[in-house]
C-alpha cells in the first residue's frame, strides 16, 4: 500500500474508495495516512466490525460491486484478488464500468489479481495438512473459466466442505473488459513492490487504469 501511494502521489484532500473492503484492513491503512476514505463489502457481518473504527474522515457501508456506486472517489481500490467471483465474465465488464462512473475526471482504478499463468505453474493439485489437530484436505483444479479449491474439514469426526472459485483470468481478459468499460489500463506492476510485470514470473497481476 505504501508502494501504491507513493506511486500513485494522490491529493491528501481526495475521497478514497477501497471496495470490497472486508473488515477494513486497507481502509484504516489509507485514513491513517490523511486519506479521506470509504470502505465498502457486500458482508454485513464484515462492515460491522469494520464501523467500531469509523472516524470522521473513514466511514464504512454495504455495497455490493455489482450495483452503481452512490458518489464518486479520486481513486478506487480492488484488491487481493477481490473481483471474478461471479459465474460470468460479463459481470467483471459491468463491475468495471461501476467503477468507472464512480471515478472523478482523471481519477485512478487499482486493480490487484492474481497472476494466472504463474498459478498454473505453480499449483499443487492435492494436499493433505493436519494442523492443531484439525485434518485439511486441499484439492486445486483450473478448467477453462474458473480456478476452483475444494477444502474438506475433519475436526475430530466432524466434517466440514468448503469451495473457493474465482474466474481464470488473465491480463487480455482485464484488457478487454476495461475496453468494454471505458477505461484504459495505463500501468501494470508484477508484484507488491511494484516490478514491473512478467507474464510467466510475477507473483500477482496489479492494473492502474484511468
Known sequence: MSNLLEFLQLDPDDTLLDLPCGRGR???FL?????KVVGADISENSIAH???FENQRL??????MRDPLPTRFSAIFNLFTSIGYFE???TNARVLKNFREGLLENGTLVIDFLNLNKVKEELIPYQHVVKNGIEYTIEKKITDRFIIKDIEVNDEGRRFNFQEKVQALDLSKFERCATQAGLRVD???GDYSLNPYAEQDSDRLILIMK
Open 26 to 28: 486497507h481502509s484504516l
Open 31 to 35: 485514513n491513517s495516512k490523511g486519506y
Open 50 to 52: 469494520a464501523r467500531h
Open 59 to 64: 466511514r464504512f457501508m454495504i455495497h455490493d
Open 88 to 90: 460470468h465474465e460479463e
Open 187 to 189: 500501468q501494470i506492476f
